[in-house]
């Protein structure tokens, strides 16, 4: 079993930066690669980023790209999403989740995933 938590979220303005948080617990959180997804109100989950369990590859959605950075700290079991250059389009809660597959964008193919935090950006 893996349990995720993530933290982090707010309310920044346009053009701001947050770091979330995703600690993860649980013996077996080392054999999973990890993705960032977004939701926002009225919208599907969609795919933001990943990361292998390794750290040492990454995987963006285009929407997202050269402005978000994944990383991983295996010495605490905590992935991040660092956050620049934020826009009102990227309000959403952000959930971190847990799958045996890298690089995968389906949501369906994570097996564990944290609460959410909230990430609203004014304009």
């Not at 701001?16 to 013996?27: D, E, F, M, P, V």
């Not at 959605?61 to 905590?78: H, L």
Request: include cysteine.
């Amino acid at each position: 079993q893996v349990q995720l938590v993530e933290s982090g979220g707010g309310l920044v303005q346009a053009g701001g930066s947050l770091r979330l948080s995703c600690a993860a617990s649980g013996r077996s959180f080392s054999i999973y690669a990890t993705g960032w997804f977004r939701q926002a109100p009225g919208k599907e989950r969609e795919f933001v980023a990943a990361i292998s369990r390794s750290g040492r590859s990454t995987y963006y959605a285009d929407s997202v790209k050269g402005r978000f950075t994944i990383s991983k700290d295996n010495a605490k079991n905590t992935v991040y999403l660092q956050m620049n250059s934020l826009k009102p389009e990227d309000t959403a809660v952000y959930y971190c989740a847990a799958s045996v597959v890298f690089g995968t964008t389906s949501h369906v193919d994570y097996n564990y995933w944290g609460q959410g935090t909230q990430v609203s950006v004014s304009s």
